[in-house]
């Protein structure tokens, strides 16, 4: 049996809200007096009625930024655990895939991943029960971190060498409806509010050469279903899920069939949390919701209109983000987070699945990006060239390590170049020619900088390009302030 959205509600309920709008003069394009219990109206005349344009578009506009994050952490998780046949797909959900290599450029489905630690990636399903995850003793100096987000993108909580040491450990990852207690052998439990839900584990790569040390970190990676660890038997299975297509990245950019994807996964969201309840309400006088039908034909040709534009007005609203970004406003520790840190702020949230989906808590990391040089303007590889100049004592202050590394614009992939190098980070310092101050200066763009300088160049596009800075396990001057980014300067 599977899993199917409820439908809409039927003409009478329609009605019976259309006559109750009416009787309280929030009926628009007819008179009260002449909306009568008799009356029927079409599923699109009565959306038509009960909502000017102006109030579909402010509806719009919010349940887009609101859904961005679901929809296209969808978008990933289908191709990475649904669509065989996708070049990203990683398994069948519950099942840890280690990719045993940092990313490259051919790695296409995630926006702004790193290139310092090969990822593991694992899709859960957790409606029928919690499931176990157990982690290796890792060696000490060893960075590593599994990062449990629901589907919203929200942090539920971390297991690794900030939060719970390098020791080894079973920890229990729980959906919305488990009701049970923390069993015996389980160190902790992380509750996520969505039933389907992506733990993304970073492991800590030095060198090229380490990489047969990162598998053996990555085969003592284990999943299993809390009735197994337990020893008793499983549950009836849940009902097979019927996965919807999801829109490409582009296509969620103006598309109206996002809300019909947005219906889709919130099923999976079962328990409206306390402050979202009034925003629920307000979203189904558009069919959006978990269990309604979005039916943009349905809708008056200035209705539809309208919400197209309130999709527009919400990557407006993006761009206003975007500038709080650039002039150092925001920061990455702003936009990243537990729902707790980030207050139902759906634009941050929405930004920051654009720019980097699953980025880390500032506690756990930290990205100061790059859009723009030291005088405001945007970075271009095809037609300057940059610098950027740490001082002596003043490299990224980080318990674990820092990177610098190299998007593209606008995909935000990794940059393809001849050196096959997409990042300069601490591991490489070594290998790095110094100033004669003792700094160190990073070559930022498209063309060799020479022989002599090749050590410290990070290449670009020969098009618009942004870097990030990622300082893992921030240290305090990081996180207060004390610290400051050096600009990245033009080389005339």
């Known amino acids: 049996m599977k899993i199917k959205q409820r439908s809409i509600a039927s003409k009478a309920i329609r009605l019976a809200i259309s006559a109750s709008l009416a009787g309280i003069g929030l009926v628009m394009g007819s008179t009260a007096s002449a909306m009568t219990p008799a009356t029927k109206l079409t599923s699109a005349e009565s959306k038509s009625v009960a909502l000017t344009p102006a109030e579909a578009r402010a509806i719009a506009k919010e349940a887009y930024s609101y859904g ?32 045993a290599r940092v990313f490259t450029p051919d790695d296409k489905a995630m926006q702004s991943p790193n290139a310092d630690t090969p990822y593991s990636n694992l899709g859960l399903d957790l409606r029928t029960e919690p499931m ?48 049970g207690k923390m069993p015996k052998g389980i160190k902790a439990v992380i509750r996520s509010e969505t039933e389907l839900t992506y733990v993304f584990y970073r492991t800590q790569l030095f060198k090229p050469d380490d990489i ?98 309130g999709i527009a007005d919400a990557w407006l609203a993006i761009a206003e983000v975007d500038k709080q970004i650039n002039s150092g406003e925001l920061t990455s520790g702003d936009i990243f987070g537990s729902r707790a840190h980030l207050k139902n702020n759906y634009l941050y949230r929405m930004r920051a699945t654009h720019g980097g989906i699953w980025g880390l808590s500032k506690e756990e990391a930290i990205y100061p990006i790059y859009y723009v040089d030291s005088a405001g303007q945007k970075l271009n590889g095809g037609s300057n060239r940059y610098k950027l100049r740490f001082a002596p004592g003043q490299l990224p202050p980080a318990n674990a390590f820092w990177s610098l590394t190299m998007y593209e614009l606008p995909a ?33 763009q498209h063309e060799s900088p020479g022989a002599d300088k090749e050590s410290n160049w990070l290449p670009t596009p020969n098009a618009p390009f942004f870097t990030a800075l990622r300082l893992y396990w921030p240290k305090a001057e990081a996180l207060n302030g004390e610290w400051k980014r050096p600009a990245l300067q033009r080389v005339d």
């Open 68 to 99: 961005y994050s679901p929809v296209d952490s969808y978008r990933i998780l289908y191709s990475y655990f649904v669509d065989r046949n996708d070049p990203e797909y990683k398994g069948g959900w519950n099942t840890i895939y280690n990719n």
């Open 132 to 179: 176990v995850l157990s982690v290796p003793a890792v060696e000490q100096n060893r960075y590593y971190t599994l990062q449990v987000n629901d589907l919203f993108t929200h942090i539920a909580g971390y297991i690794g060498t900030r939060t719970t040491g390098n020791g080894a450990g079973n920890f229990l990852v729980a959906g919305p409806n488990w009701k």
């Open 412 to 444: 935000r992939r990794l940059v393809a170049n001849p050196l096959n190098r997409y990042l300069i980070n601490s591991p490489m310092l070594p290998d790095l020619k110094r100033d004669a101050d003792g700094g160190i200066t990073v070559y930022i």
């Open 212 to 309: 047969e040390n990162v598998k053996k970190v990555q085969a003592g990676y284990k999943v299993q279903p809390l009735s197994a660890f337990l020893g008793k038997p499983a549950p009836a299975a849940a009902r097979p899920i019927d996965f919807m297509k999801p829109l490409t990245k582009e296509q969620q950019r103006n598309s109206l069939e996002f809300f019909d994807i947005l219906n889709f996964v919130l099923q999976f969201y079962p328990t409206t949390h306390p402050s979202e309840k009034a925003l629920m309400e307000r979203f189904a006088q558009l069919g959006i919701g978990a269990g309604k039908k979005f039916d943009a034909q349905a809708f008056a040709p200035e209705t539809r209109k309208a919400i197209e534009d």
